[in-house]
C-alpha cells in the first residue's frame, strides 16, 4: 500500500485508499481506510510464463474517472516490454461495493508500449510514455511524452528524442 504517497482528498473519506502503482501477476485492490474491508477491482488471470499486469491507475482530481495500461502480452522476446493498451473507467460505489465501470480501451493507435502518468488539471488529458512513432517497436529506446485527450483520442508528441 502506499498511502502516504498519494493525495486521497478527492474521495468520500470512508473510502481514502492507498494503491499498488504497478506490477505484474498483481491485481489492482481498494481499501476503506481502517483496512478491514478489501474489494478486488480488476481480474488479470496470468500464468507464470505470460505475465499480466498494469501499470497505475492515475484518478481524475474528481475521483471519478481513472486510467491505467494493462499488459495483454508478456512475450518480452517478441516485443522489449511486451504488449500493453491502455483504458479509462468510471469509478462508482454501489451498494458499499466500489467498482470499475464502464471500462474503454484508449489506446493510441500503432503503441505497442503505454505508460500512464497523471492526469492534467482539466481531468482529461493524460500523460504517457510510448513508443509510438519508432521506426522499430521491437527496440523501445527513445520513447516521447504524450498528452491524450481521453475522450477525443487526440494526441500531442511533447518531446521527440533522437533514435
Known amino acids: 500500500m502506499e498511502e502516504d ?7 468520500p473519506k470512508d473510502w481514502q485508499i492507498g494503491l499498488m502503482q504497478s506490477g505484474l ?3 489492482m485492490w ?6 478491514d474491508r ?9 500464468a507464470p510464463d505470460s505475465p499480466k499486469g498494469y501499470v497505475g491507475p492515475p484518478f481524475t482530481s474528481d475521483g471519478k474517472t481513472a486510467v491505467w ?10 516485443r522489449t516490454f511486451g504488449i500493453w493498451k491502455l483504458y479509462a473507467a468510471d469509478f462508482m460505489v454501489r451498494g458499499g461495493t466500489p467498482r470499475f465501470v464502464n471500462k ?7 503503441a505497442s508500449w503505454v505508460e500512464v502518468g497523471n492526469f492534467a488539471p482539466d481531468n ?8 509510438l512513432g519508432l521506426p522499430e517497436p521491437v527496440n523501445a529506446e527513445g ?21
Open 124 to 131: 482529461k488529458h493524460i500523460l504517457l510514455s510510448t513508443d
Open 69 to 78: 495500461t494493462e499488459m495483454i502480452d508478456g512475450n518480452v522476446l517478441v
Open 25 to 27: 501477476w498483481l491485481n
Open 30 to 35: 481498494i481499501t476503506t481506510r481502517t483496512g
Open 143 to 163: 520513447q516521447d511524452q504524450w498528452s491524450l485527450d481521453i475522450y477525443s483520442g487526440a494526441l500531442q508528441r511533447l518531446t521527440n528524442t533522437p533514435t
Open 104 to 110: 474503454r480501451d484508449i489506446t493510441p493507435s500503432g
Open 5 to 11: 504517497a498519494h493525495d486521497l482528498t478527492w474521495l
Open 38 to 46: 478489501w474489494y478486488q477491482m480488476t481480474d488479470f488471470s496470468s
